[in-house]
């Protein structure tokens, strides 16, 4: 599975003092699961966690015990939860994304591709120039292509459509309790929680007009966040095929050796309150990948 599936790394915690014994590594990370998890509720942790002993009976280091967390990690049924095991704690080195885009005729189409957080600043300052460059062509509709976006951080992403989304809430996390963490765009930066993004970054002021959203089944992650931030919003509608189904929060632990473990903590909601999670998203229109542009823009010509 992708690294770039692993969006929304709310929160990087770790997770306690070096620790030698093998038992001692697994309980670390089986407590970690079970504190955190949205599946946590739904396991039975005594029989996991008893099985989970017995599979490192012969375990001589904290890599001989990651077989038997991913087992614990499988039986508790989430495919957004992974654990990350390498030398460098499971985080490959990545190419410098940016967004892309040019005018089709009166359309302004807008590629985003999937960032990491390192490639934040450089991904928002590309954006914001490429936004600049398409209000000032006044286009009557706009495209925001999320195909191929596995995810990432997802406030790059959404900084730069945020002059698209407007104003206001326009998703939210929710944990297993019922509570909720809003994110959208507030004074023209986005927020998530308290925390605003890109406080710096001034980006072009909100645009008006009809907005459609390409997907596909590599639609995942913080890519399937920032299609549900246009999801109930005005003139918006989606086109393609159904994302991957991981449009869920993880939250990273470090554990002694380097390794993460990402787990999923919250669901993501859209701003109607509609909850989404391991279920791939449906788009508006159905329509084969490589039509979707071709439909994307019959239905803006049809808005204006």
């Known amino acids: 599975m992708r690294l770039a599936l692993v969006a929304l790394l709310l929160l990087a915690a770790t997770a306690g003092e070096p620790v030698s014994a093998p038992r001692a590594y697994l309980d670390t990370a089986l407590d970690l699961l079970q504190q955190h998890s949205v599946e946590s509720s739904k396991a039975d942790w005594r029989r996991l ?3 989970a002993h017995r599979d490192i009976a012969h375990a001589q280091r904290p890599a001989d015990t990651y077989r038997a967390i ?3 990690i499988s039986a508790l049924g989430n495919p957004h ?3 990350l095991a390498s030398a460098n704690g499971g ?3 990545s ?3 940016a967004p892309s885009g040019r005018m089709i005729g009166t359309t302004a189409y807008l590629r985003l591709p999937e960032t990491s957080s390192d490639n934040g600043e450089a991904y928002v300052e590309s954006g914001r120039r490429l936004l600049g460059d398409l209000v000032a062509a006044r286009p009557r509709g706009w495209v925001v292509d999320l195909r191929g976006n596995g995810g990432g951080d997802m406030h790059p992403m959404l900084t730069v459509v945020a002059p698209l989304l407007g104003e206001g809430r326009a998703g939210a996390f929710v944990s297993p309790n019922g509570t909720t963490r809003d994110w959208g765009v507030r004074d023209g930066h986005v927020f998530n929680g308290d925390e ?5 970054v001034t980006m072009p002021a909100a645009v008006n007009g ?8 590599q639609t995942a992650s913080s890519g399937e966040a920032v299609l549900i931030s246009f999801i109930g919003a005005a003139n918006a509608r989606s086109f393609g095929e159904p994302t991957a189904g991981f449009a869920t929060a993880n939250e990273s632990f470090e554990l002694s050796d380097g390794a993460r473990l990402a787990i999923t903590t919250a669901h993501m909601a859209d701003r109607t309150g509609r909850t989404y999670g391991n279920t791939p998203i449906a788009p508006h229109t159905l329509v084969d990948s490589k039509g979707a542009l071709d439909a994307a823009i019959e239905w803006l010509a049809e808005q204006t």
């Open 49 to 51: 966690r008893a099985e």
């Open 196 to 200: 605003v993004s890109f406080p710096q």
């Open 210 to 217: 009809p907005v459609a959203v390409l997907i596909g089944g």
């Open 95 to 97: 190419t410098p994304t």
């Open 81 to 83: 939860t992974l654990l």
């Open 91 to 93: 985080a490959p080195s």
């Open 70 to 72: 991913n087992r614990v």
